[in-house]
């Protein structure tokens, strides 16, 4: 019960994806010193002239998939995927959207 969402980040990048698995009135915050981007973006975005908002839009920058979890049980679950040789780490947190 501690993992809220799943998202797969294929084609729509991270910002299409993520917020398909939140409710109604709720955002995110991504950290983008919490992981690393794999080179190949990188090379991508510096030579088209591509900005970090679109790259984060149509690429899904290393991160294949984002489990939105309950407050305090993240760095026990980033354990336990790190426990079973996979890569994981808290990319950002969920925000709370201000009315329009």
């Known amino acids: 019960g501690r993992i809220k969402g ?3 980040i294929t ?3 991270i910002t ?3 917020p398909r698995v939140l409710p109604e009135g709720l955002g995110f915050s991504l950290d983008r010193g919490s992981w690393a981007v794999p080179p190949l973006f990188n090379w991508l975005q ?3 002239g591509v900005s970090d908002a679109e790259m ?3 690429f ?3 991160v294949g998939m984002v ?3 309950e ?3 993240c760095d026990a679950l980033v354990d336990s995927f790190r426990a079973a040789g996979e890569p994981a780490w808290v990319l950002g947190e969920v925000t709370s959207l201000e009315p329009a």
Do not use: Q, T
């Open 11 to 13: 084609g729509g990048g």
């Open 67 to 69: 489990l939105v979890c």
């Open 71 to 73: 407050p305090g049980h």
């Open 60 to 62: 899904n920058m290393g």
């Open 56 to 58: 984060l839009r149509a």
């Open 46 to 48: 510096r030579g088209g």
């Open 6 to 8: 799943m998202a797969h």
């Open 16 to 18: 299409e994806n993520l």
